[in-house]
C-alpha cells in the first residue's frame, strides 16, 4: 500500500555541520508538508510544497518537492543546537490520504 | 486565541479496563485527527472526522478503537480493554478545511497512556 518512508532514521552532528533528511513515496502526492517535534514535544508545521519541482526557504532551512512529486527533501545549512528535534514528512495522496514519514531525529553536538 | 487541548495529560490504565481520550481542537476548525505515536516511532493514523462527513477510520487498529466527534467539535478516543501494547502518546490534531491541499494540522500536546 501508499506508504512515505524517510532516511535516515538518525542523524547525529557536530553543530555548524549540515544536515539532510529525504523522503519517498511510492505513488505521486497532492502535497508535502514538515514538522518538527522537539524532544517532550508535539509535532509543529513547517512549511508545505505543492508544486513540481518547488523550493522553499525558511532562513537555514530548505525544503525541496520532486519533479515527480514523490520525493522531498529537508536541508538545514549550519546547523544549531536549537535544530534538535525529530523532523516529519507528510504527504497527501491523490486519493486524499495522509501519511506520515517515520521521522528523522537529529541531535546537534555543541 | 488557544489552541488543540486533550486531556488528560497522562493516564495510567491496568490492562483490560476502558479509557477515554479527550481532545478539543481549535475553534471554527472543520477537521479532527487522531494520531498515535509510540515511544520513538512515527505517527500513526488513526482517524480523521471532516465536518458531517462520515469519519475516515481507516487507521484503527482493532475494533477496541473507537472515536466519535459530538457537534463538531469536541472529539472522543475510546479504547476499550486496553492491553500493554496500547501504551503510548495519542495526539490529536485539528485543520481549519480538511485534507486538502494548503491546510495545516495543528497538534495538541497528546495524552500519554501507560497500560500496566
Known amino acids: 500500500g501508499q506508504q512515505v518512508m524517510q532516511i535516515p532514521q538518525y542523524q547525529h552532528v557536530q553543530e555548524g555541520e549540515d544536515f539532510t533528511t529525504y523522503c519517498n513515496s511510492s505513488t505521486t502526492l497532492s502535497n508535502i508538508q514538515w514538522y518538527k517535534q522537539r524532544p517532550g514535544g508535539h509535532p509543529v508545521f513547517l512549511i508545505q510544497?505543492?508544486?513540481?519541482?518547488e523550493v522553499k526557504k525558511q532562513k537555514r532551512l530548505t525544503f525541496q518537492f520532486g519533479e515527480a512529486k514523490k520525493n522531498s527533501s529537508l536541508h538545514i545549512t549550519a546547523t544549531q543546537t536549537t535544530d534538535v528535534g525529530t523532523y516529519f514528512c507528510a504527504g497527501l495522496s491523490n486519493f486524499n490520504k495522509f501519511y506520515f514519514g517515520s521521522g528523522t531525529k537529529l541531535n546537534v553536538k555543541p | 486565541g488557544a489552541g488543540v487541548s486533550q486531556s488528560p495529560s497522562n493516564k495510567v490504565t491496568e490492562k483490560g479496563k476502558d479509557v477515554e481520550l479527550r481532545c478539543d481542537p481549535i475553534?471554527?476548525?472543520?477537521?479532527l485527527y487522531w494520531y498515535r505515536q509510540s515511544l520513538g516511532q512515527g505517527l500513526e493514523f488513526l482517524i480523521y472526522f471532516q465536518g458531517n462527513s462520515a469519519p475516515d477510520k481507516s487507521g484503527l487498529p482493532s475494533d477496541r478503537f473507537s472515536a466519535e466527534r459530538t457537534g463538531g467539535s469536541v472529539s472522543t478516543l475510546t479504547i476499550q480493554r486496553t492491553q500493554q501494547e496500547d501504551s503510548a502518546v495519542y495526539l490529536c490534531?485539528?485543520?481549519?478545511?480538511?485534507?486538502?491541499?494548503?491546510?495545516?494540522?495543528?497538534f495538541g500536546p497528546g495524552t500519554r497512556l501507560t497500560v500496566l
Open positions: 475553534s471554527g476548525h472543520t477537521a
Open positions: 490534531a485539528s485543520s481549519l478545511v480538511g485534507l486538502t491541499a494548503g491546510d495545516t494540522q495543528y
Open positions: 510544497l505543492v508544486k513540481s519541482g
